[in-house]
T-cell receptor
């Protein structure tokens, strides 16, 4: 079965610093991968997704992620953190083993941004 | 303005009571989902539905029930059989069941058992 591991439940950066959130996946087939963001007491919003068209995927709010098959990774980056980026981020992989799309989520990484 | 609405935003339940969480979408999506979110555990799938009048159990369906009588609506009932129902509940939808489709999420309902 497909699975996702997010390293680090909390990541702290200063405003203007590089953001790096790690995601490793396990999949028996070429994966579809997603990054979502969640602000407190809100639903999830899609940041970006990988569907095999290009290994470097650009998303909203200046985020991007690179698919590396050899490392089974899909890390999320942003060159310069902004205070408004403080939120929880979830990586997910699409599981079609049941013949129906099921998203398998990681446990999330909370990004803290300090002035 | 298309999207997914969930109501209520906050819900309080006494032990032994059943409660129903509403989820409505006007995106004309075929598939709908219910997730439960607990701190540090990510999202776990409760039930999903591919089409009207059809739904399937997810990973943690015990103590929950759903119906899908209309394409736009997918209500979730938390029954008294659910031993630990306090959590944040998220409803989602997607156009179809292709693996590359993202799911669109509602704003969530926070359920607290008193």
């Amino acid at each position: 079965a497909q699975s996702v591991t997010q390293l680090g439940s909390h990541v702290s950066v200063s405003e203007g610093a590089l953001v790096l959130l790690r995601c490793n996946y396990s999949s028996s087939v070429p994966p579809y991968l997603f990054w979502y963001v969640q602000y407190p007491n809100q639903g999830l919003q899609l940041l970006l997704k990988y569907t095999s068209a290009a290994t470097l995927v650009k998303g909203i709010n200046g985020f991007e992620a690179e698919f590396k098959k050899s490392e089974t990774s899909f890390h999320l980056t942003k060159p310069s953190a902004h205070m408004s980026d403080a939120a929880e981020y979830f990586c997910a992989v699409s599981d079609m083993n049941t013949g129906f799309q099921k998203l398998v989520f990681g446990t999330g990484t909370r990004l803290l941004v300090s002035p | 303005d298309g999207g997914i609405t969930q109501s209520p935003k906050y819900l309080f339940r006494k032990e032994g009571q059943n409660v129903t969480l509403s989820c409505e979408q006007n995106l004309n999506h075929d598939a709908m989902y219910w997730y439960r979110q607990d701190p540090g555990q990510g999202l776990r799938l409760i039930y999903y539905s591919q089409i009207v009048n059809d739904f399937q159990k997810g990973d943690i369906a015990e103590g929950y029930s759903v119906s899908r009588e209309k394409k736009e609506s997918f209500p979730l009932t938390v029954t008294s059989a659910q031993k630990n129902p306090t959590a944040f509940y998220l409803c989602a939808s997607s156009p179809r069941t292709s693996g590359s489709n993202e799911q669109f999420f509602g704003p969530g309902t926070r359920l607290t058992v008193l």
